[in-house]
């Protein structure tokens, strides 16, 4: 069947939206838009009729089309696409749910959504063909030009109703400047993996931008009012505003585009696209320029001046987010889920009634969007008893990133009963580190769910950043899956026989010793493994890199090791796929992060006993696995500075704008932001990563400096010279050097990179004996 002419048909009426949109507002504050009006005349194709899939002159049932789903497939499997039969069949009962069946090469898949329809193929995958699409990497290249039969038919049943994904700082840390295609194979993934639920951030400026104004802002003050893409994640959160901007109209409009197709892809697989809602952020002023307004200053945040709060219970609010839902309806469509967390962080409510203040920001909602969910973050103290004693909680979805952190939680006497989802943040700031607290996921997600009080009604997949971990990925997606309770080790077990494609002993014995190590971290304080010490800002005494990371090892290091060295004896017929040059690459890459762990006490012994010798001797093996470090990130796509460069510059227009985008992309990654929040809110290396390019051009050189001025001190015996430091990263920030991206970036072969490493770190393990 042909989609690629209607996919065009939309593609234009959403171009024709933002450009209808994008006109001059003249009316007065709280009036409809124009590009609300205008939008009246484009229908959405939200309803199309059921198109049968896969089966020639069959009668069309009543369901959903499944050509989005299919599309998908084509996608993901472009040379077994065709073997997969996919057929609508809507839950009665409510619970997505999904059966595949069939003989050898033609394989069938029913499902309640486009998206379940995906889920289904994902289980074939996984179950009967052996074979793994993880984020990142995958094993397809292994399967059989003919897919197996499954051998009974299988039907599984969502155990939740909410399946949700992506923190409000995905976009910041996986990427703000990505392309279409990019966000497509996320939602790809995602769907696969069983997930229902999608927060859509890209974009999210244009009804800010286009509603204030409406009440008395210009373009030019809004425009350098909303920050930089990289940095818009934390200004929807009201932590913050302007850094990283001025943004163009063109930029504005541009995301406003992308956002939209992003709301309509997830729309065409039956999938929910969670949109920013409106809860009273409002730039300075607003009360002189709005009378009868009344804001909140909400004071600091990690150093930056946080956006004022309008008091939702005044009318003022009532009319502005009317023409903020008005504005984000003509481009972004209508949804059922709105994401909005007030006070996030240390916001400040002041006089106002916090109880009043949710129900009118509910209130507005459901005027614009009756019966949507406000989706909050359960995140320190909030929700607050207050927000949630002013709402219809039955409209509402907790999505707790603190599940898996700590000890002795009660989710039902927390929060009065309210609707949560188990949600997992096991990565903060986008760190390149292995590990997650899974056994905890296992134990929490069937022990809550089995309370007889139990409010859980969802997972909540809520990384600062993703496509890292691919197995804690595929294990957290399978919670909601699972009919029975998973066994942690068979489930490894398994993931190690599907992720190269075929069982492989010492595959297996490579992810035991990762699961019994990285992945079995316990709760009590952290969600998160250690970052590593060679991407922390010099000093004989670090013991991260990351201000709010963990201070020392989360697990036995040497396993790690023994999983490299495992990695390297796999079958040579199963290191071709992506899946196992990544998995080689991070492993070694984790390896040599946790020797630096090792290596920084000795170089501070040499140093405090003025042992020159020593010191240089230490100090040139930190060095040289900086090197391999380097060396072995950049020979896999995951790990290069140069994508996430590249991308950002793409988004300009002039020298000028790809330079200001380089430096918001670059910023996060180092400084963050300026002096006072970099070093007073100790927001600096807090997006710190091991990537080929931010190794051997910030962090090599920081610590090469630092060793210089300590050398030199034992050679002077002298105090050692001070080094401004953040005046070195913001230097690095500034500057536009190219690195290797695209197809072309991996340098050096993988295998032998990582076995290089291996023999380094046995070498220097024999030196230590």
Do not use: C
């Given at each position: 069947m042909t989609i690629s002419s209607p996919r065009r048909r939309r593609r234009t009426q959403l171009r024709r939206r933002v450009a209808l949109a994008a006109l001059p507002v003249l009316l007065c504050a709280g009036s409809p838009a124009p590009a609300a009006v205008a939008d009246a005349a484009l229908v959405r194709d939200r309803a199309p009729a059921a198109v049968p899939d896969g089966v020639p002159g069959a009668p069309k049932p009543r369901g959903f089309d499944t050509g989005p789903a299919r599309a998908a497939l084509e996608r993901l499997l472009p040379r077994h696409a065709a073997q997969f039969t996919l057929v609508p069949e809507p839950a009665a009962a409510g619970a997505d749910r999904f059966t595949v069946s069939g003989s050898a090469g033609a394989i069938t898949v029913r499902g309640s959504s486009g998206a379940t329809l995906l889920t289904g193929v994902g289980w074939y995958l996984q179950h009967v063909a052996g074979v793994d699409i993880g984020w990142p990497g995958d094993s397809i290249g292994m399967l059989p030009a003919r897919l197996p039969a499954v051998p009974a038919p299988v039907t599984r049943s969502s155990l939740v109703p909410h399946r949700y994904a992506l923190n409000d700082t995905d976009d910041g840390y996986s990427g703000a400047y990505r392309t279409f295609e990019q966000h497509q194979r996320q939602i790809d993934l995602l769907a696969l993996h069983g997930i229902n639920e999608v927060f859509v951030q890209a974009g999210a400026e244009y009804p800010y931008y286009r509603a204030l104004q409406g009440f008395g802002y210009s373009a030019a003050e809004l425009r350098a009012w909303i920050p930089g893409p990289g940095h818009q994640s934390w200004w929807l959160l009201q932590n913050l505003s302007g850094f990283g901007g001025p943004v163009s109209e063109r930029l504005v409009q541009e995301r406003a585009e992308l956002g939209g197709r992003i709301a309509e892809q997830l729309r065409g697989l039956g999938m929910t696209p969670v949109l920013p809602g409106y809860f009273g952020t409002v730039p300075p002023g607003f009360a002189a320029r709005n009378p009868g307004a009344k804001t909140v200053a909400q004071g600091d945040w990690a150093g930056f001046d946080r956006p004022d709060w309008l008091d939702p219970s005044t009318a003022v609010f009532g009319k502005l987010a009317a023409a903020y839902y008005a504005e984000q309806r003509a481009v972004f469509g209508d949804s059922s889920m709105y994401r909005m967390s007030p006070l996030h962080e240390g916001g400040t409510a002041g006089t106002v009634d916090v109880k009043n203040a949710a129900r009118a920001v509910q209130s507005a909602l459901h005027a614009a969007h009756p019966g949507a969910m406000w989706a909050v973050l359960g995140w320190q103290d909030s929700p607050k008893p207050e927000l949630l004693a002013g709402v219809d909680t039955s409209k509402l979805l907790i999505l707790d990133g603190l599940s898996d952190r700590y000890n002795r939680l009660d989710r039902e006497t927390r929060w009065g009963g309210a609707p949560y989802a188990m949600g997992t943040i096991y990565n903060f700031g986008g760190h390149t580190t292995i590990g997650a607290n899974t056994s905890v996921w296992i134990d929490r997600f069937g022990s809550w769910r089995a309370k007889s009080n139990s409010a859980l009604k969802g997972t909540a997949y809520l990384p600062e950043a993703t496509g890292t971990n691919p197995a804690a990925f595929?294990?957290?997606?399978?919670?909601?899956?699972?009919?029975?309770?998973?066994?942690?080790?068979?489930?490894?077990?398994?993931?190690?026989?599907?992720?190269?494609?075929?069982?492989?002993?010492?595959?297996?014995?490579?992810?035991?010793?990762?699961?019994?190590?990285?992945?079995?971290?316990?709760?009590?304080?952290?969600?998160?493994?250690?970052?590593?010490?060679?991407?922390?800002?010099?000093?004989?005494?670090?013991?991260?890199?990351?201000?709010?990371?963990?201070?020392?090892?989360?697990?036995?290091a040497d396993g790690v090791r023994r999983a490299l060295d495992h990695l390297l004896k796999v079958d040579p017929k199963l290191r071709g796929s992506s899946a196992y040059r990544f998995d080689l690459v991070d492993t070694a890459r984790q390896a040599l992060a946790n020797r630096s762990r090792v290596l920084l006490p000795k170089i501070k012994a040499a140093y405090e006993a003025k042992d020159l010798a020593g010191f240089r001797e230490l100090t040139g093996q930190w060095q040289d696995g900086e090197r391999q470090l380097d060396a072995v990130t950049g020979s896999d796509p995951n790990f290069l500075l140069g994508n996430w460069l590249s991308a950002a510059r793409s988004w300009g227009s002039d020298a000028a704008e790809q330079d200001g985008y380089e430096y918001d992309a670059r910023s996060i990654l180092s400084v963050w932001g300026r002096r006072?929040?970099?070093?007073?809110?100790?927001?600096?290396?807090?997006?710190?990563?091991?990537?080929?390019?931010?190794?051997?051009?910030?962090?090599?050189?920081?610590?090469?400096?630092?060793?210089?001025?300590?050398?030199?001190?034992?050679?002077?015996?002298?105090?050692?010279?001070?080094?401004?430091?953040?005046?070195?990263?913001?230097?690095?920030?500034?500057?536009?050097?190219?690195?290797?991206?695209?197809?072309?970036?991996?340098?050096?072969?993988?295998?032998?990179?990582a076995s290089d490493v291996a023999a380094a770190l046995k070498s220097s393990e024999g030196a230590a004996r």
């Open positions: 595929d294990l957290f997606t399978d919670l909601a899956w699972e009919p029975g309770p998973i066994d942690q080790h068979t489930w490894f077990a398994d993931f190690a026989a599907r992720r190269y494609g075929r069982p492989d002993e010492e595959a297996a014995a490579a992810w035991e010793e990762l699961r019994t190590g990285p992945y079995s971290t316990s709760s009590g304080l952290w969600s998160e493994s250690q970052d590593s010490l060679f991407s922390a800002r010099p000093s004989l005494t670090a013991v991260g890199a990351a201000y709010w990371s963990p201070k020392s090892m989360r697990y036995p006072s929040t970099s070093e007073g809110g100790f927001l600096h290396d807090y997006a710190n990563r091991e990537w080929s390019g931010l190794i051997r051009e910030l962090y090599a050189p920081r610590w090469a400096a630092y060793f210089e001025a300590l050398e030199e001190s034992l050679v002077k015996r002298a105090a050692p010279r001070e080094i401004d430091w953040h005046a070195f990263e913001e230097d690095w920030a500034r500057r536009t050097t190219r690195h290797p991206s695209g197809e072309d970036g991996p340098q050096g072969d993988p295998y032998a990179l």
